[in-house]
């Protein structure tokens, strides 16, 4: 059985953000999965896992990746969702400034074709250059990139703040890019 809990935590990220049906799950319309129903999914994947490591993984997360219902019945996601789920985002007015962190391989088509959500619901932004920074590290040398959002939300562009604080957009137009910060 895998213990590792950072294993635990990546193959959850996996199925509640994109492949449930690797343990035979069903997420509802909003993303959210029964507790039990998981954990036994995971067993069955031979991870060793309970409501309370589970509980410890959600709360310990440094990217706070997930969420409990109330009770704990239920769980899922907070973004990053590569199957449709509706989790109902109210839209936020966002700072003047925001980051996203990418690889310095992909700056080319970034620079054509703007920021796109591509498999994604919606394109990942933060507020701090140091967690674009670490975000762009996990794709190769980083180069951290600077998003006018106000001039966005100004120009009509909806922005979403998800639960764990990543500001979420459908694309961003390379005219909102500056490329040197």
């Given at each position: 059985?895998?213990?590792?809990?950072i294993?635990?935590s990546?193959f959850?990220?996996?199925?509640l953000?994109?492949k449930?049906e690797?343990?035979d799950?069903?997420?509802?319309?909003?993303?959210?999965?029964?507790?039990?129903?998981l954990?036994?999914?995971?067993?069955?994947?031979?991870?060793?896992?309970?409501?309370e490591?589970?509980?410890?993984i959600?709360?310990?997360?440094?990217?706070q990746?997930f969420?409990?219902?109330?009770?704990?019945?239920?769980?899922?996601?907070n973004?990053?969702h590569?199957?449709?789920?509706?989790?109902?985002?109210?839209?936020?007015?966002?700072?003047k400034?925001?980051?996203?962190?990418t690889?310095?391989?992909n700056i080319d088509?970034?620079?054509?074709?703007g920021?796109l959500k591509?498999?994604?619901?919606?394109?990942h932004?933060s507020?701090d250059t140091?967690?674009?920074k670490?975000?762009?590290?996990r794709?190769?040398?980083?180069?951290?990139?600077?998003i006018?959002?106000?001039?966005?939300?100004?120009?009509?562009?909806?922005f979403?703040?998800?639960?764990?604080?990543?500001w979420l957009t459908?694309?961003?137009d390379?005219?909102?890019i500056?490329f040197?910060i």
């Amino acid at each position: 059985m895998i213990t590792d809990k950072i294993k635990i935590s990546k193959f959850l990220s996996l199925v509640l953000r994109h492949k449930p049906e690797t343990i035979d799950l069903e997420l509802d319309e909003n993303g959210w999965v029964n507790t039990d129903f998981l954990i036994q999914g995971m067993h069955k994947a031979n991870y060793s896992i309970d409501i309370e490591i589970l509980k410890e993984i959600v709360k310990s997360s440094d990217k706070q990746r997930f969420k409990f219902n109330d009770d704990f019945s239920k769980i899922r996601a907070n973004q990053g969702h590569s199957i449709n789920v509706d989790l109902k985002w109210e839209k936020k007015l966002p700072p003047k400034i925001l980051f996203h962190g990418t690889a310095t391989r992909n700056i080319d088509s970034i620079k054509k074709h703007g920021l796109l959500k591509q498999n994604r619901h919606h394109v990942h932004l933060s507020s701090d250059t140091e967690t674009a920074k670490k975000v762009g590290m996990r794709y190769g040398k980083p180069i951290v990139l600077k998003i006018d959002a106000g001039k966005m939300n100004t120009d009509g562009i909806e922005f979403y703040l998800s639960e764990n604080g990543v500001w979420l957009t459908e694309n961003v137009d390379v005219k909102y890019i500056k490329f040197e910060i």
